[in-house]
């Protein structure tokens, strides 16, 4: 289990940005794949977008072009940027680990953060 702790959620309005963080107290942080997922009441978890340990990227379709994965290996900390946002992107937002620790992402997310929320209003 990794510990880890989101911040930089809260309310914007429509067209606004927020910037995500995620620290995570590990030893060697380039080992874990990350990702942001988020979860909107009465939906299932979405993955958002997922980065390898140097730097490789995917997105989800419906946030591709206006969010950005991005780590600070240095700091052992995960961004994500978001920009023109939605109101359809208000979810609870989940930095999470690949505990597979390969550096490629392998899907074995089992680590998660608490969640920070975010609003989007129109």
């Known amino acids: 289990q990794v510990p880890l702790v989101e911040s930089g959620g809260g309310s914007v309005q429509a067209g606004g940005s927020l910037r995500l963080s995620c620290v995570a107290s590990?030893?060697?942080?380039?080992?874990?794949?990350m990702a942001w997922f988020r979860q909107a009441p009465g939906k299932e978890r979405e993955r958002v977008a997922a980065?390898?340990?140097?730097?490789?990227?995917g997105y989800a379709e419906s946030v591709n072009g206006r969010f950005t994965i991005s780590r600070d290996n240095a700091k052992n900390t995960l961004y994500l940027f978001m920009n023109s946002l939605k109101a359809e992107d208000t979810a609870m937002y989940y930095c999470?680990?690949?505990?597979?620790?390969?550096?490629?992402?392998?899907?074995?997310?089992?680590?998660w953060g608490q969640g920070t929320q975010v609003t989007v209003s129109s």
């Open positions: 999470a680990a690949d505990g597979a620790r390969a550096g490629i992402c392998s899907d074995t997310f089992n680590s």
């Open positions: 590990v030893d060697i942080f380039s080992q874990y794949c």
């Open positions: 980065i390898a340990g140097y730097g490789g990227t």
